[in-house]
């Protein structure tokens, strides 16, 4: 065969594989879970969402719960949702694991209290009615918290409440408590004049996984690869343009602006590695949940996560 028509015969072959690998690409579809101002509104503003190499069908919902459900049915292929939230459901054998993430101060997981009650402190929380989720933040907040001031789980009343009747329960004085995160730790403290009396520092990992199906991690690994390192780039825009996200998002939410913006700051929000340090600080918090009752049983984290997807990110 004449080498012209050797290399036309290349050429049109490289362009069938081309063609082959962009339709394969186009043809991936991820399904995400998220929540209303979340990981999809903040892809979208950083300018992240563009020329994806494959499509996402995104799915809204009111929780991380029933993210983590849909997870586990298969339903879903990535979703984001917190650390104990992720391990609660790992630890019933769902085929999931945690694949990226970030890290919050963790200061901004409290304990907040009405401006006109008694308890001046975190020691004043003994024998007092604390609300918070159960399985989550705020019962391992209210359960370790207890334990820093040298008393133990029974020495309080815990109501198992989410957040919106918790904040009813505050603010008509049904309990005395309220373990919770932002931006309702913000929105509470502007709003309704209410003071943190206790929080997460030393306590807690204050870690929110980016958590993929064991199917989408052998089948779409590229594609769910692709979008952990977006999300991870758009959380550090979002430390840069920390206004102009929350206006965003305030937008979408139709929480207020200043709320948000208060929030955000004291987040501080920022992409992790999930490197030994990451798997050691959540196996000692796993550890902990498991003593507490919260976790079913002990985990071994290890096996929990796929260092994989983010073995190239800096956590600074």
């Known amino acids: ?10 050429a049109a072959t490289l362009s069938l594989c081309t063609a082959i690998t962009a339709f394969a690409a186009d043809d991936i579809v991820l399904r995400v879970g998220d929540q209303k101002g ?24 009111p929780a991380a719960a029933p993210i983590l459900e849909a997870l586990n049915a298969g339903a879903l292929d ?7 939230a992720f391990l609660s459901v790992y630890a019933t054998g769902a085929p999931i694991k945690a694949v990226g993430g970030t890290r919050s101060d963790p200061r901004t997981q409290a304990i907040l209290v009405r401006q006109d009650s ?13 609300a918070g989720t159960r399985g989550g933040w705020g019962q391992f907040l209210i359960d370790a918290t207890l334990e820093k001031n040298g008393g133990k789980i029974a020495d309080a009343t815990f109501a198992p409440l989410g957040p919106v009747d918790a904040k009813v329960a505050l603010l008509a004085g049904s309990i005395d408590g309220w373990a919770v995160w932002e931006p309702y730790v913000s929105f509470a403290k502007l709003k309704d004049n209410a003071r943190v009396v206790a929080d997460g520092a030393g306590l807690t990992p204050t ?17 769910v690869a692709d979008l952990v390192q977006r ?7 979002s430390l840069d343009h920390v206004t102009e ?3 965003n998002t305030a937008e979408l939410t139709k929480l207020p602006e200043d709320v ?25 918090a796993s550890d902990r949940a498991t003593r507490y009752g919260i976790l079913s049983k002990q985990l071994d984290i290890g096996k929990a996560v796929d260092r994989s997807f983010t073995a190239a990110v800096s956590s600074d």
């Open 207 to 223: 870690i929110t996984f980016i958590v993929a199906s064991d199917s989408a991690i052998a089948t779409k690994r590229e594609a």
């Open 245 to 247: 996200y929350a206006r």
């Open 78 to 84: 990535v979703g984001y949702t917190g650390d104990l």
């Open 38 to 61: 979340g990981n999809r509104s903040l892809l979208e503003i950083s300018g992240l969402a563009k020329d994806l190499p494959y499509k996402i069908e995104w799915s809204e919902f």
């Open 1 to 10: 065969m004449p080498h012209n028509a050797i290399a036309a015969l290349l």
């Open 118 to 130: 008694p308890i001046k402190s975190s020691a004043d929380l003994k024998g007092k009615r604390l």
């Open 231 to 237: 999300l991870n780039k758009a959380r550090l825009w």
């Open 260 to 284: 948000l913006l208060a929030a955000y700051t004291a987040q501080h929000t920022s992409p992790i590695a999930i490197d030994d340090d990451i798997v050691k600080e959540v196996q000692q």
